[in-house]
């Protein structure tokens, strides 16, 4: 169960990293619970990062 709990996070942040990379916005996040939005943004927020300093 823990492994596919942390699958499913994982899968999150890496959703949410390529949301950032590609310049969408945060509110398109598509998850609800807390856990696995804070995965997303989590990703979206180091993409978003990565794209500052290399632009």
């Not at 590609?22 to 939005?37: N, V």
Request: contains cysteine; proline residues 4%; hydrophobic residues 25%.
């Amino acid at each position: 169960m823990k492994r596919q709990k942390r699958d499913r996070l994982d899968r999150a942040h890496s959703r949410g990293y390529q949301a950032g990379i590609t310049g969408r916005p945060k509110e398109i996040c598509p998850y609800q619970t807390t856990d696995t939005r804070s995965h997303w943004l989590g990703g979206w927020r180091l993409a978003m990062s990565e794209r500052s300093v290399f632009a």
